[in-house]
């Protein structure tokens, strides 16, 4: 029998990697950059399955170039605002994600993110480098305080809940804004509350909703000129849920205390961005489910998508078309 031929758009660890490689001819793009689009059209011709990451946008053309023997699309990603999913229902290919197995992790990067700015971190271990550590000083680094204050969460899906977890045990009051989730179905000591209660309230504001036309600049500089001036931004979302320029003004102008991003618009931001000149910007590029053990999951998830996909069997984490 000849064994299905798919591409494979970077190196994944080896828990998928093994499971392709045992069932299928897998054209893996060897680079640490993603296949540019001319790249991505050519090698996809004629497979049966791709395997992409959310640095790929998998569209109606990608889909065509592909061929008609495209039987599915799995991405190692829970996100998938990459690939255009009504294109892939329209010619009956099914899309796969890696939900659940990186709640945690990117939980955690979101607290690591919301304690860093809160309490300075970055600064302070750039102070230290600097040699400017010359005694100790009653008002070097003030932060503002984590314990007692409150968290307002735009989005309580699984992430969104596990955020809540943590910060109940640091002692925060947890606001959120999720239509989706009513007040009988809130978790226990969450409190729901509109959009605009959550910005004016809200110590932090984490963001955990997909990128969708409607969460797009969901952060512009209406909401920013709403919260307190003390407010900490997190985002480990997509970037494109914040409006850069509008978070620019809202922290070179002091309008917030401070933001940090593990996401951005674009991504990767630029490296002359006038935000990465600001001492009230954490940033990282885009590790909120990058621990060893979550990125193994995920190469295994994505992989058993797509071989059930190949099979012509459900997918196991099928995105709803
Ligand atoms: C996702 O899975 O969507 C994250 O952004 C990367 O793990």
């Given at each position: 029998?000849?064994?299905?031929?798919?591409?494979?758009?970077?190196?994944?660890?080896?828990?998928?990697?093994h499971?392709?490689?045992?069932?299928?001819?897998?054209?893996?793009?060897?680079?640490?950059?993603?296949?540019?689009?001319?790249?991505?059209l050519?090698?996809?011709?004629?497979?049966?399955?791709?395997?992409?990451?959310?640095?790929?946008?998998?569209?109606?053309?990608?889909?065509?170039?592909?061929?008609?023997?495209?039987?599915?699309?799995?991405?190692?990603?829970?996100?998938?605002?990459?690939?255009?999913?009504?294109?892939a229902?329209?010619?009956?290919?099914?899309?796969?994600?890696?939900?659940?197995v990186?709640?945690?992790?990117?939980?955690?990067?979101a607290?690591?993110?919301?304690?860093?700015?809160?309490?300075?971190?970055?600064?302070?271990?750039?102070?230290?480098?600097?040699?400017?550590?010359?005694?100790?000083?009653?008002?070097?680094?003030?932060?503002?305080?984590?314990?007692?204050?409150?968290?307002?969460?735009?989005?309580?899906?699984?992430?969104?809940?596990?955020?809540?977890?943590?910060?109940?045990?640091?002692?925060?009051?947890?606001?959120?804004?999720?239509?989706?989730?009513?007040?009988?179905?809130?978790?226990?000591?969450?409190?729901?509350?509109?959009?605009?209660?959550?910005?004016?309230?809200?110590?932090?504001?984490?963001?955990?909703?997909?990128?969708?036309?409607?969460?797009?600049?969901?952060?512009?500089?209406?909401?920013?000129?709403?919260?307190?001036?003390?407010?900490?931004?997190?985002?480990?979302?997509?970037?494109?849920?914040?409006?850069?320029?509008?978070?620019?003004?809202?922290l070179?102008?002091?309008?917030?205390?401070?933001?940090?991003?593990?996401?951005?618009?674009?991504?990767?931001?630029?490296?002359?961005?006038?935000?990465?000149?600001?001492?009230?910007l954490?940033?990282?590029?885009?590790?909120?489910?990058?621990?060893?053990?979550?990125?193994?999951?995920?190469?295994?998830?994505?992989?058993?998508?797509?071989?059930?996909?190949?099979?012509?069997?459900?997918?196991?984490?099928?995105?709803?078309?």
């Amino acid at each position: 029998m000849t064994r299905p031929k798919i591409f494979v758009t970077r190196r994944i660890p080896e828990e998928g990697l093994h499971l392709l490689e045992a069932a299928c001819t897998v054209d893996l793009w060897p680079e640490d950059r993603p296949p540019s689009r001319e790249a991505l059209l050519a090698r996809v011709r004629g497979v049966e399955g791709i395997l992409s990451m959310l640095t790929d946008r998998i569209d109606a053309a990608v889909m065509d170039a592909a061929g008609p023997q495209l039987k599915v699309i799995s991405n190692y990603a829970v996100g998938y605002d990459n690939i255009d999913i009504p294109a892939a229902t329209a010619r009956g290919i099914p899309v796969g994600h890696t939900p659940g197995v990186l709640t945690e992790t990117t939980a955690d990067f979101a607290f690591a993110l919301l304690m860093a700015a809160a309490r300075r971190l970055i600064e302070a271990d750039a102070f230290v480098r600097a040699g400017r550590w010359k005694t100790w000083e009653p008002q070097r680094l003030l932060g503002v305080d984590v314990y007692g204050s409150t968290l307002g969460l735009i989005g309580l899906g699984r992430i969104g809940r596990a955020v809540a977890r943590r910060a109940l045990g640091f002692g925060m009051r947890v606001l959120y804004h999720d239509l989706a989730v009513p007040p009988e179905a809130a978790p226990e000591r969450c409190t729901p509350a509109d959009l605009d209660t959550l910005l004016r309230q809200a110590d932090f504001i984490s963001l955990h909703v997909p990128l969708t036309p409607k969460t797009r600049h969901l952060i512009d500089a209406a909401a920013f000129a709403k919260m307190k001036p003390s407010a900490v931004l997190v985002n480990t979302a997509r970037g494109p849920v914040v409006d850069p320029q509008a978070l620019y003004d809202a922290l070179s102008k002091r309008r917030i205390f401070a933001a940090a991003l593990d996401v951005t618009e674009p991504e990767p931001i630029p490296a002359d961005s006038p935000l990465l000149q600001l001492d009230n910007l954490v940033i990282a590029p885009h590790i909120g489910s990058a621990s060893r053990a979550t990125r193994g999951k995920m190469a295994r998830m994505a992989a058993e998508n797509l071989l059930a996909g190949l099979r012509g069997e459900p997918l196991p984490h099928r995105v709803e078309g």
